[in-house]
């Protein structure tokens, strides 16, 4: 179809509808003519032109109207555009009515309108009816269409707090494209209203606008940027929606069917946008409500402010869906209530997003759950803070593969404060409270049964100035009167942690160190009877966990009694390493017997788990390696790995399902340790004590070169089963006329190294390495450790290779065993199995096992070339390691090549 071009020749607003009366054509005449004819027409405006309108009255009803007041688009014509040349023109109502009306008829015809560089501003809709009071810059109808390209829509409003869309209303298609929106006032949707229709903004900003509706129990007062009503859809991408105020819900953005409760066909979708400096009582950047879907994704909401859900509020409703969050960042926002960065009342899907330094006066600093199913699935938590309860969660029913961190709370819960839920494959690290439960909180209540299962996860540097620095438990109060409930009716009314798999270390009871606090990794309150109530302790099951390592008080020093790893009863017998069990209580009706306690039967207790630092040890999440030789390796029980079908959560009686890889089976294993795909959670036959899942069979531990501040030095037993000669001066001696004298270790050519009895060969490099921040210690290693020293640690010198060794064992070869000294950091023993046992009964405080080193010929052997050991006087405790017998006894023979 041919379009007619239209220019406009007058500034004046006149209605003849003629280009040859009056003072030419005016943009009214060239629109009555447009809407006279069923071509389509283009009318252009003049550049940086301002094109007022001043002709009052109302002509909605005529079939050719827009004579009078705003400039109405009727059905009647073909697609109208009004384009702006050069830099764009303005058209001004000057408050006599709106701008632009896109009108449909009785007929199912509706007007198509496109907008180019134009700006559209001085509207105010004049209130005749519901529906023509809406809209103070466009109305458009339900069969309309609009499409606003380079426009903007300023300083437009409504009438009335009941009349909607200040900037634009929208019951049909509205799209646009660059524009925009600022400073409009509406009652609802300050600057777009949307109300059964599909919008579509792109490239877009929405600023400033407000709402002035007054009452939070009509559809008034909500979506100061954007609000969308009904069905239809609304889609905004890569758009900015800053600075817009609303009376009581969505200061951004506002979305919810709001037309009965069963109503939930309108869809919301924002992606690649910024939703920022916001405000609204609830939902300061964005409230959705009851709606078919919400969807954001790839967009930062920041630095909003609500009282409840700062950020976001979900305030879904009957038979909402899920409202799904995610690759997004939701950061600096505040809520004077609940909710800092999100407020949740409903299903909640979070996905590969950051929530960090968010702030609420009350509970959940990052996400407050509440009511609402909220789940969490790859993501960061990191820096919120909470007035209340939850630091960085509050009430969330499921978290995987997320790390929570440096989170803090004035009330309880550092990092998570929770009843039911299952967290899996996570980190919950640096996060601290005022209360207890440094790392997690759960608490039942009164006749309530709460429990959070905890698989594949670190707990660890969490810190607590009153109870429970990793994890504090509180059971529920069951009260009765007259006859004492039985056991089994106790049970179902508290709170409780089932532990799989699971590190927890380094956290922090009583921090502040006035007595007021214990459990610096767990706190379990034992059982109370004061008469016609009881405080029932709560369900702590523990498998194969790691738990050691923790403080009650800093580093332990503190008045009265100290129970660094846990204070309470606790459920073991189950593959478990714990350290230090002083508090650990009895309580057989509602944990364990005696027998099954933390502590017994297959459990390990006293002994170093050997943990790397808590770094990046491969997969999206930090994790605790565990060094060679330590006793979590293959000491976990197959059986008792995390399954879909779990415990009982909620108390019915029945094992709770989750389907977390969505096969459709609920029986599956975890397959992955805490690091997720890639990494097995059974390497070899038998699981690993811990999150952590060795993936090689090791024979080398990381070492520690970075040596702490040398402690006072204190005389130390000689922790060697025979006597020491007098040193060298020098930590590398004359050799012996041995075969092959070397001095120093060269990497040279070697020959085939001599096999032993067994068929075990000495073939494998150990590399020596001197420690310059201890001159004249030495440590050995294999070639990947000595790799990672090369590519990571300069205070070490590389200086060369300096033997050959076994890494297998055989009847007559002898393991070596490392020992780095207490009193010198970054040093290290190299030992034989007697002398292991030796240090390990006497000299505990001073020398710590990292583990199995090498195999090698015993000293009596006749194979291989005799190595001795030298302790260097001028730093007592430390050795100069092994080298070339001088004429003293050796302790081993090694392949010399």
């Known amino acids: 179809?041919?379009?007619?071009i239209l220019r406009v020749t007058t500034l004046v607003d006149e209605n003849d509808g003629s280009a040859t009366e009056g003072t030419g054509l005016s943009l009214r005449d060239a629109v009555l003519i447009a809407n006279s004819t069923p071509e389509d027409e283009i009318i252009e405006l003049e550049s940086e032109q301002v094109y007022d309108l001043t002709i009052e009255g109302n002509d909605s009803d005529l079939i050719t109207p827009a004579n009078f007041g705003?400039?109405?688009?009727?059905?009647?014509?073909?697609?109208?555009?009004?384009?702006?040349?050069?830099?764009?023109?303005?058209?001004?109502?000057?408050?006599?009515?709106?701008?632009?009306?896109?009108?449909?008829?009785?007929?199912?015809?509706?007007?198509?309108?496109?907008?180019?560089?134009?700006?559209?501003?001085?509207?105010?809709?004049?209130?005749?009816?519901?529906?023509?009071?809406?809209?103070?810059?466009?109305?458009?109808?339900?069969?309309?269409?609009?499409?606003?390209?380079?426009?903007?829509?300023?300083?437009?409003?409504?009438?009335?707090n009941d009349d909607n869309g200040?900037?634009?209303?929208?019951?049909?298609?509205?799209?646009?494209?660059?524009?925009?929106?600022?400073?409009?006032?509406?009652?609802?949707?300050?600057?777009?209203?949307?109300?059964?229709?599909?919008?579509?903004?792109?490239?877009?900003?929405?600023?400033?606008?407000?709402?002035?509706?007054?009452?939070?129990?009509?559809?008034?007062?909500?979506?100061?940027?954007?609000?969308?009503?009904?069905?239809?859809?609304?889609?905004?991408?890569?758009?900015?929606?800053?600075?817009?105020?609303?009376?009581?819900?969505?200061?951004?953005?506002?979305?919810?069917?709001?037309?009965?409760?069963?109503s939930r066909t309108g869809s919301l979708r924002i992606v690649n946008s910024t939703i920022s400096g916001n405000t609204a009582p609830s939902g300061g950047g964005l409230l959705s409500g009851t709606v078919e879907s919400s969807t954001i994704e790839n967009t930062v909401i920041e630095n909003n402010t609500a009282d409840f859900g700062g950020g976001v509020f979900n305030a879904g409703g009957y038979q909402s869906n899920d409202m799904v969050i995610e690759n997004s960042t939701i950061q600096n926002n505040i809520a004077r209530g609940d909710g800092g960065g999100i407020f949740s009342d409903d299903g909640l899907i979070i996905r590969d997003t950051n929530i960090s330094v968010n702030t609420a006066n009350g509970d959940g600093g990052g996400v407050d759950g509440d009511l609402g199913n909220v789940r969490i699935f790859d993501s960061t938590v990191?820096?919120?803070?909470?007035?209340?309860?939850?630091?960085?969660?509050?009430?969330?029913?499921?978290?995987?593969?997320?790390?929570?961190?440096n989170n803090s709370a004035v009330g309880d819960g550092g990092g998570i404060s929770s009843g039911i839920g299952v967290i899996l494959d996570s980190t919950i690290s640096g996060n601290s409270t005022d209360g207890s439960g440094g790392g997690?909180?759960?608490?039942?209540?009164?006749?309530?049964?709460?429990?959070?299962?905890?698989?594949?996860?670190?707990?660890s540097?969490?810190?607590?100035?009153?109870?429970?620095?990793?994890?504090?438990?509180?059971?529920?109060?069951?009260?009765?009167?007259?006859?004492?409930?039985?056991?089994?009716?106790?049970?179902?009314?508290?709170?409780?942690?089932?532990?799989?798999?699971?590190?927890i270390t380094n956290n922090l009871a009583d921090s502040d160190n006035n007595g007021s606090g214990d459990g610096g990794g767990i706190h379990n309150p034992s059982y109370l009877d004061t008469g016609n109530s009881q405080i029932i302790p709560g369900k702590l099951d523990l498998s194969n966990s790691i738990l050691e390592g923790n403080f009650d008080t800093p580093e332990n020093n503190g008045e009265g009694a100290i129970n660094p790893n846990i204070s309470g009863p606790a459920k073991g017998n189950a593959n478990n390493l714990v350290g230090d069990l002083t508090g650990l209580t009895i309580a057989e009706f509602?944990?364990?017997?005696?027998?099954?306690?933390?502590?017994?039967?297959?459990?390990?207790?006293?002994?170093?788990?050997?943990?790397?630092?808590?770094?990046?040890?491969?997969?999206?999440?930090?994790?605790?390696?565990?060094?060679?030789?330590?006793?979590?390796?293959?000491?976990?029980?197959?059986?008792?790995?995390?399954?879909?079908?779990?415990?009982?959560?909620?108390?019915?009686?029945?094992?709770?399902?989750?389907?977390?890889?969505?096969?459709?089976?609920?029986?599956?294993?975890?397959?992955?340790?805490?690091?997720?795909?890639g990494f097995s959670r059974i390497f070899g036959e038998t699981v690993d004590i811990g999150a952590f899942e060795v993936q090689e069979v090791l024979s080398e531990p990381e070492p520690n070169p970075e040596p702490n501040p040398e402690p006072e030095p204190e005389p130390e037993p000689e922790p060697e089963p025979e006597p020491e000669p007098e040193p060298e001066p020098e930590p590398e001696p004359e050799p012996e006329p041995e075969p092959e004298p070397e001095p120093e270790p060269e990497?040279?050519?070697?020959?085939?190294?001599?096999?032993?009895?067994?068929?075990?060969?000495?073939?494998?490099?150990?590399?020596?390495?001197?420690?310059?921040?201890?001159?004249?210690?030495?440590?050995?290693?294999?070639?990947?450790?000595?790799?990672?020293?090369?590519?990571?640690?300069?205070?070490?010198?590389?200086e060369g290779r300096a033997f050959q060794v076994a890494v297998e064992p055989g009847d007559n070869l002898r393991p070596m065993y490392r020992f780095q000294s207490e009193m010198k950091p970054g040093t290290y023993l190299f030992v034989t199995e007697e002398e292991r046992a030796n240090i390990n009964q006497n000299f505990a405080e001073s020398f710590s096992e990292e583990g199995l080193a090498f195999y090698t010929y015993g000293a009596d052997s006749e194979l291989g070339t005799d190595f001795s050991r030298f302790q260097n006087t001028e730093q007592q405790g430390t050795y100069s390691g092994l080298h070339l017998n001088v004429g003293q006894s050796s302790i081993v023979k090694v392949d010399r090549k």
């Open 382 to 405: 990191d820096s919120n803070s909470a007035g209340g309860n939850g630091g960085g969660l509050e009430d969330i029913n499921i978290i995987r593969g997320t790390t929570i961190s």
């Open 70 to 160: 705003d400039l109405d688009i009727a059905s009647t014509g073909g697609t109208l555009t009004i384009r702006g040349l050069g830099e764009g023109a303005t058209i001004d109502a000057n408050e006599i009515n709106r701008v632009l009306h896109v009108k449909d008829d009785d007929n199912d015809n509706g007007a198509n309108l496109v907008l180019e560089n134009i700006t559209v501003t001085g509207g105010k809709a004049i209130t005749e009816d519901f529906l023509d009071s809406n809209g103070g810059g466009i109305l458009i109808d339900n069969l309309g269409s609009a499409e606003l390209v380079n426009c903007n829509i300023i300083g437009n409003s409504t009438s009335s």
């Open 440 to 459: 997690i909180f759960t608490a039942g209540g009164l006749f309530q049964y709460y429990v959070t299962a905890i698989a594949n996860t670190t707990i």
């Open 747 to 798: 990497p040279e050519p070697e020959p085939e190294p001599e096999p032993n009895p067994d068929g075990v060969s000495l073939d494998t490099d150990i590399f020596r390495f001197q420690n310059n921040d201890v001159p004249g210690t030495y440590i050995y290693v294999r070639d990947r450790e000595a790799q990672n020293i090369r590519d990571n640690f300069d205070n070490f010198t590389e």
């Open 166 to 262: 200040g900037g634009i209303a929208n019951e049909g298609s509205l799209s646009l494209n660059n524009c925009v929106v600022s400073n409009n006032v509406g009652g609802e949707g300050g600057g777009i209203y949307t109300h059964y229709g599909v919008t579509t903004i792109v490239d877009s900003t929405i600023t400033s606008n407000s709402v002035n509706g007054i009452a939070a129990s009509t559809p008034t007062g909500a979506g100061g940027g954007v609000s969308h009503r009904g069905a239809g859809t609304t889609e905004i991408d890569n758009s900015t929606i800053s600075e817009n105020t609303a009376n009581s819900r969505g200061g951004g953005v506002y979305i919810d069917d709001g037309f009965g409760s069963e």
């Open 590 to 677: 509602f944990v364990a017997p005696e027998a099954e306690s933390l502590g017994q039967g297959s459990d390990l207790t006293g002994i170093n788990p050997q943990l790397g630092e808590l770094q990046d040890n491969g997969g999206e999440i930090q994790t605790y390696a565990l060094l060679a030789g330590s006793p979590a390796i293959n000491g976990g029980n197959n059986d008792n790995i995390f399954r879909e079908t779990f415990v009982d959560i909620n108390g019915d009686g029945e094992p709770t399902t989750v389907d977390f890889n969505g096969d459709g089976d609920v029986d599956d294993a975890l397959a992955f340790d805490q690091r997720g795909e």
């Open 1 to 4: 179809m041919t379009e007619t």
């Open 461 to 503: 540097g969490n810190s607590a100035k009153e109870y429970g620095g990793g994890i504090d438990i509180v059971g529920g109060l069951d009260s009765f009167i007259g006859t004492e409930p039985s056991p089994g009716t106790r049970e179902l009314f508290n709170a409780g942690v089932v532990a799989t798999n699971v590190t």
